[in-house]
């Protein structure tokens, strides 16, 4: 069974950093793209940012840009999220997911890890 686990989500302020963490099980983790995806209240899902399988390249959204850092281990499985000066507008749920980049081809989902940007 496909399983993907988000962890290090909490309450941050302004300005502050949260790194997000995303255990995968259940298939061959290294053979995977990998996408981060958020839900801000009220809104949609966006996408945040994308690895391929062996972490050679990556994609971000504008909004993110200069800011989020996607990385991957494979060796441990986990996908990570490294979240620097962050805004009050990237309060959201975020989740990882399995495949690259647009939304409706992502086929497996993790259940999501709250971040929230307030002081």
């Known amino acids: 069974e496909v399983q993907l686990v988000e962890s290090g989500g909490g309450l941050v302020q302004p300005g502050g950093s949260l790194r997000l963490s995303c255990a995968g099980s259940?298939?061959?983790?290294?053979?995977?793209?990998m996408t981060w995806v958020r839900q801000a209240p009220g809104k949609g899902r966006e996408w945040v940012a994308a690895?391929?399988?062996?972490?050679?390249?990556?994609s971000y959204a504008d909004s993110v840009k200069g800011r989020f850092t996607i990385s991957r281990d494979n060796a441990k499985n986990t996908l990570y999220l490294q979240m620097n000066s962050l805004k009050p507008e990237d309060t959201a749920v975020y989740y990882c997911?399995?495949?690259?980049?647009?939304?409706?081809?992502?086929?497996?989902w993790g259940q999501g890890t709250q971040v929230t940007v307030s002081s």
């Open positions: 690895i391929t399988t062996g972490g050679g390249a990556t």
């Open positions: 997911a399995r495949g690259w980049v647009t939304i409706g081809r992502l086929d497996y």
């Open positions: 259940g298939f061959t983790f290294s053979s995977y793209s």
